[in-house]
């Protein structure tokens, strides 16, 4: 189809999904959510692989944004992080990964909840930011996707930390905010 002479652009819009608390089991401790250490504590959660189908059915591309500041602090390596990505797209078929490996004293502009890794994604991915929607368990990620005006969803764990700010739309999993988003076709 052209359109003035030149070909439509096609739309690509994204699914923004935190990793742990969203796709993976996050392991709390005292009411704080942590990554899972290594594979065999990985624990995709129940609805995801599900939820991925519906979003690739109606052209979303699911893009995971993802705090890992074990890295800097030394508890793990990018390639232990790297490791649980590969196995969560093995499992998922989720193709793109952006991992923020920085702790807060870092101030860098990919941690959320900067937008940083949203827009490298948008930039890389050439991805409509306005018609995308974002998916995370803290407020790091709510805030995250507010500052980039995407519609959020939180899940809520009631973590023992500080809650999102509205406007948000609170859901009980990936799967509730993926049939609602898809919903509004």
């Known amino acids: ?49 599900e939820s991925i189908e519906i979003l690739f059915e109606n052209s979303f591309i699911p893009v995971v944004i993802t705090n890992q500041p074990d890295v800097a602090r030394g508890k793990k390596t990018i390639n232990d992080v790297n490791l649980i990505n590969e196995k969560i797209s093995q499992l998922t078929k989720i193709k793109h990964f952006y991992s923020c ?34 998916v995370g368990d803290r407020w790091k990620d709510i ?4 500052k980039m005006n995407i519609r959020s969803y939180f899940i809520d764990y009631k973590y023992n930390e500080s809650r999102p700010q509205m406007p948000f739309n609170k859901v009980d999993s990936l799967l509730e905010a993926v049939l609602r988003e898809c919903e509004k076709k």
């Open 101 to 134: 490996f920085h702790d807060d004293l870092d101030k860098c502009k990919c941690r959320k909840p900067k937008p940083g890794m949203i827009l490298q994604a948008a930039s890389e991915l050439d991805l409509d930011i306005s018609m995308s929607f974002l």
């Open 143 to 146: 805030e995250a996707g507010q």
């Open 1 to 49: 189809m052209q359109l003035n002479g030149s070909l439509a652009a096609v739309i690509k819009r994204a699914a923004f999904l935190d990793r742990d608390g969203v796709i993976n089991k996050a392991i709390v401790e005292s009411g704080i959510p942590e990554p899972p250490s290594n594979i065999k504590d990985l624990v995709i959660l129940d609805g995801v692989i």
